[in-house]
């Protein structure tokens, strides 16, 4: 595993909505105002190999034992970072073409408010079988087809818990409490409208968060997105 970059980024669209009552800029409304995020269940995210791996158990049928990994799998919450904001495919993806945003976390403190419970992904073009023994089980939450690498992914495991030590009571997915204040800054995409950019003005001001603003533009002689300052806050 490399070092964690000092910078975690999320990739995010701005139009449409997430459910029939949500916006995308609830979403970001959630973030910054409230400290809330979505953490996504396994069968949720958009790739159905994504953590496909296999406990095995000795005396069961492999179908058992796949049907055991996936419902331990099934109570955990994914939250997906990446290590670095200048991939045009990224924007290209979780942007809706470049129309979004890519939020910025300082990667010390979602560390330290998670418990260093943020791990990298690991790329591999085999599926991993682990014995239910195995102390290395916990390999099958991270890993993905190697077709993916180009994400340069990590991820936050939300574990099921329940109050006062009870086992197990609440899924680790779903709405969860997120540092707010890990929050620096808020890219701009190629194509990201000023009506969106203005809402995100809104929402950054209401939130009183020391976060500043850049603009993804297009390099003029090669395939490479640049960064160029909008607002810089007072820190």
């Known amino acids: 595993m490399s070092k964690p970059p000092p910078i975690f980024y999320k990739f995010m669209p701005l139009h449409g909505h997430v459910t029939e009552f949500k916006t995308r800029i609830d979403v970001l409304n959630e973030l910054l105002l409230d400290g809330i995020v979505w953490f996504s269940n396994r069968s949720k995210l958009n790739d159905p190999f994504d ?3 296999l406990i ?3 005396g069961r049928e492999l179908n058992e034992c796949r049907e055991f990994t996936q419902h331990a799998l099934s109570r955990y919450g ?3 970072l990446a290590s670095s904001r200048e991939n045009p495919l990224m924007w290209s993806h979780y942007t809706a073409g470049h129309t979004g945003i ?3 976390f300082d ?4 560390h330290q408010y998670f418990q260093n419970k943020i791990y990298q992904v690991i ?3 085999k599926i991993t079988i682990i014995d239910l023994k195995d102390s290395e089980k916990f390999r099958i939450f991270l890993e ?3 077709i993916w690498s180009y994400e340069n992914e990590y991820r936050i495991i939300h574990r099921p818990e329940g109050p006062h030590g009870a086992p197990n009571l609440e899924n680790g997915f779903g709405l969860k409490y997120f540092p707010k204040d890990a929050v620096t800054s808020i890219s701009f995409g190629v194509k990201t409208s000023d009506t969106l950019k203005d ?3 809104k929402i950054v001001n209401k939130s009183a968060l020391k976060i500043d603003l850049d603009q993804a533009q297009m390099a003029t002689a090669e395939y490479k997105l640049l960064f160029e300052p909008v607002y810089r806050t007072k820190k």
Do not use: N, P, T
């Not at 990667?107 to 979602?110: F, G, I, P, T, V």
């Open 102 to 104: 890519c939020i910025h």
């Open 107 to 110: 990667s010390q403190k979602l």
């Open 123 to 125: 790329y591999s073009s």
């Open 144 to 146: 993905k087809d190697e």
């Open 78 to 80: 994914f939250y997906s």
């Open 199 to 201: 809402e995100v003005r």
């Open 51 to 53: 953590s496909y791996g």
């Open 56 to 58: 095995m158990e000795k």
